[in-house]
């Protein structure tokens, strides 16, 4: 199995960016499709953003698409959300979770492997 690990929440302010990082120990993570989610207390775990296992396809939740980037760096068996802009509604817990379908998911339960997360908090 596939251990993963979130990074780079903070307190920032509104219009600020943050980088977060997802990695992996285990070569075998470049093998996986990624997604990001984010959850507040009391809500559901929701979509963010997906990267195929070869970062040929992405795909974006409507509120972030044209502020929040995903990428991967296969040699570092990590894979990045660049968030600019950032306002009071993306204050969250974001995970990063993997899968492995055969078209890049966007759906909760088509990922696995979840991280600890990581805390974002944006103040306006």
């Known amino acids: 199995q596939v251990h993963v690990q979130e990074s780079g929440g903070g307190l920032v302010q509104a219009g600020d960016s943050l980088r977060l990082s997802c990695v992996a120990s285990?070569?075998?993570?470049?093998?996986?499709?990624v997604g990001w989610f984010r959850q507040t207390p009391g809500k559901e775990r929701t979509f963010v953003a997906s990267i195929s296992w070869n970062g040929a396809s992405t795909h974006y939740a409507v509120g972030v698409k044209g502020r929040f980037t995903i990428s991967r760096d296969v040699a570092k068996n990590t894979v990045y959300l660049q968030m600019d802009s950032l306002k009071p509604d993306d204050t969250a817990v974001y995970y990063c979770?993997?899968?492995?379908?055969?078209?890049?998911?966007?759906?909760?339960?088509?990922?696995?492997?979840w991280g600890p997360g990581t805390q974002v908090t944006v103040s306006s």
């Open positions: 979770g993997l899968s492995t379908g055969w078209a890049l998911a966007t759906n909760r339960v088509d990922f696995t492997s």
């Open positions: 285990e070569r075998s993570f470049n093998n996986y499709d």
